[in-house]
Structures are given as C-alpha cells and as structure tokens.
Nanobody, 125 residues
C-alpha cells in the first residue's frame, strides 16, 4: 500500500508560479511511475505530467510543456510539480497519483492505482 499527500496549492495571479509537493509513504519502493493529474470544475480529470521513479524520465501533457516541470527528491519519496507562467486555464484541483505497474509511462488515469486527496490551484486573470 502507498499513501500520497499533496501540498502547495493556492491562489496566484496569471503569470505567477507555484510548486506542488506530494509525499509518499508506505511501500514506496513498489512505485514505478508517479505523476500529477488535474480536474477543473465540470471537466474530466486529465494527466499533466508523469515521471519514471527509477531514472527520472518524464513526459508532459502538451498543454503544460515548457511551463511545468515534474521532479522528485533524491530519496524518491517526494514528488514535485513546478508550475510557471500559470494562466486561468490551469485552475483545477491537482492530484498526485502512483502506479505499481511497470508497463509503460502513461498519462491515463486508468494506469494509476494510488491517489492523493488533491490540492487546489486557482489562477486569477
């Protein structure tokens, strides 16, 4: 079992930055991939970025490429999402997710079996 706890959300003006954190506990060594998803009101949850825990390789949704950076600390128990050049369309609840599956890197929700409670990000114009 893995537990995920997010933090770092808040309110920011357009053009600003935020850094989200996700602390993993439990059998963290079982995690192969972990990443960030977001869900805006009235919309489906979508993948933002994911990282291969063992070597740090990552992939991003097109909507955040060049603005967001996913990373993990040296102990590989904390996941980060640095968000720059935020715009109102980035307003959503952001969720950390992890999977024990070693199949492939994916931004599909169905690939992840552990989820945090989320942290709210609000960007005003």
């Amino acid at each position: 079992q893995v537990q995920l706890v997010e933090s770092g959300g808040g309110s920011v003006q357009a053009g600003g930055s935020l850094r989200l954190s996700c602390v993993a506990s439990g059998i963290v060594s079982d995690i192969y991939y972990w990443g960030w998803f977001r869900q805006a009101p009235g919309k489906e949850r979508e993948g933002v970025a994911t990282i291969y825990r063992r070597d740090g390789s990552a992939c991003y949704a097109d909507s955040v490429k060049g603005r967001f950076t996913i990373s993990q600390d040296n102990t590989k128990t904390t996941l980060y999402l640095q968000m720059n050049s935020l715009n109102p369309e980035d307003t959503a609840r952001y969720y950390c997710a992890a999977t024990e599956s070693a199949n492939r890197m994916s931004l599909l929700m169905s690939h992840y079996n552990y989820w945090g409670q989320g942290t709210q990000v609000t960007v005003s114009s």
